[in-house]
């Protein structure tokens, strides 16, 4: 050691870690900032409505009174879009997530192909929402004009019942939940992804070796080894799903619904359009309210993403 680093108490090592002990720091601010941020806002927000929620808030319908307003249509429009997005994001999600990493095409052109798809993943889950939302409008609520006026539908089936479908579908429920699928797919598809490729390789190799097929292999050894993370992710990407507005007002066009909707065509509103039609008005009462509709969004949340984190805890292993 020379003489200026024993005046100064340093060492080649010490002057090494400081730039790793800046970084740490500086990844540690941060965080602290966010939270900080986080908790002031949701301070604020349960300040505010806190003193709202109760069974007449909860299951009541809008009104043009602050203090007779409620959010059981938008609440019941949100649990039926979040149940359809989930029933259809989830089983596509994981299917195509097991297609590009666990089987190999045989011919060059779906190699091709497969590695396209996959490489163009990650840039989906980045596309504004609101794309997805005109895209949505176009398919599902139009159906491509292939079937009439969505307004007035050329054919019906199972009318009258909570089964009740139009071809095209409309403004209705269906097309919200499917256009939100669209909204979760990709991130279903990646959290999938990365699930699948956290799974040790020698459990496939041990299981193929033991006469397993490639099919077995999927469906006895990596698919349980990796259903914690997988579901984890999976209801993570629901749960950034339900919470989108852009897309379902571009499918619904409605913030104003005064009925909970009976079957999957009629029209509907969601919390997160409840909370911007409220937090526009300019009457008094009106902000409270919608700051009580964005802690019970928050609440959907929070159970969402504690499900996730409960569902990775109880069925995790160690495959080391």
Do not use: K
């Amino acid at each position: 050691m020379s003489r200026a680093e024993r005046g100064t108490g340093l060492s080649a090592g010490t002057t090494c870690r400081l730039p790793e002990r800046l970084f740490v720091v500086a990844c540690r601010a941060a965080t602290v900032a966010i939270v900080a941020a986080f908790a002031v806002v949701a301070g604020v927000v349960v300040w505010l409505g806190a003193s709202h929620l109760d069974a007449g808030f909860l299951g009541g319908t809008v009104s043009r009174h602050p203090e007779r307003a409620g959010i059981w249509p938008a609440l019941a429009g949100t649990l039926w879009t979040a149940l359809i997005c989930a029933v259809i994001a989830l089983p596509i999600g994981v299917g195509a997530a097991v297609y590009l990493e666990e089987v190999e095409p045989r011919r060059g052109v779906w190699r091709r192909v497969q590695r396209f798809v996959r490489a163009n993943i990650a840039g989906l889950a980045g596309v504004p929402s609101i794309v997805y939302g005109i895209l949505g409008l176009t398919v599902f609520v139009r159906a491509w004009g292939l079937f009439g006026d969505p307004v007035g539908p050329a054919v019906r089936v199972f009318a009258d019942t909570p089964f009740e479908l139009h071809l095209p579908p409309g403004r209705g429920i269906l097309s919200g939940g499917l256009t939100l699928a669209l909204v979760a797919l990709p991130l279903v598809i990646r959290s999938a992804q990365l699930a699948l490729r956290a799974v040790p390789q020698s459990m496939r190799e041990s299981a193929a070796s033991l006469g397993a097929s490639p099919l077995q292999v999927v469906a006895r050894v990596t698919l349980p080894a990796a259903l914690p993370e997988l579901l984890g992710g999976s209801l993570v990407a629901v749960s950034r799903a339900v919470g989108e507005a852009a897309p379902v007002f571009v499918i619904t066009g409605l913030v104003y619904v005064y009925q909970a909707p009976s079957n999957a065509v009629e029209p509907f509103t969601t919390l997160p359009l409840q909370v911007f039609d409220w937090a526009n008005r300019s009457e008094p009462g009106y902000r409270e309210l919608a700051a009580a509709a964005c802690i019970v969004l928050l609440g959907i949340h929070v159970v969402l993403d504690t499900t996730a984190t409960l569902v990775r805890r109880a069925f995790r292993r160690d495959w080391r």
